[in-house]
């Protein structure tokens, strides 16, 4: 029973030192940070770039009706 509660407390401790998924977790939350900065970024380009066309739409029609 003794070896039973030492290989268990043995393999707790492994379990508990093992980094190896941390280096997943910190590529999962920089891949986030990374795709938000993206969808922001694109949404305001083309929030800028629709006044844009509708400014030249404007001046296009006004010249051609003037």
């Given at each position: 029973?003794?070896?039973l509660?030492?290989?268990?407390?043995?393999?707790?401790?492994?379990?508990s030192?093992?980094?190896?998924?941390?280096?997943?977790?910190?590529?999962?939350?920089?891949?986030?940070?990374?795709?938000?900065?993206?969808?922001?970024?694109?949404?305001?380009?083309?929030?800028?770039?629709?006044?844009?066309?509708?400014?030249?739409?404007?001046?296009?029609?006004?010249?051609?009706?003037?």
């Open positions: 029973m003794t070896f509660k030492l290989r268990l407390r043995t393999s707790a401790q492994n379990f030192n093992d980094e190896s998924g941390a280096v997943t977790v910190d590529w999962v939350v920089l891949t986030a940070a990374l795709v938000g900065i993206v969808i922001t970024l694109i949404s305001t380009i083309t929030a800028g770039i629709e006044e844009a066309a509708t400014d030249i739409k404007n001046e296009l029609t006004s010249a051609l009706s003037g």
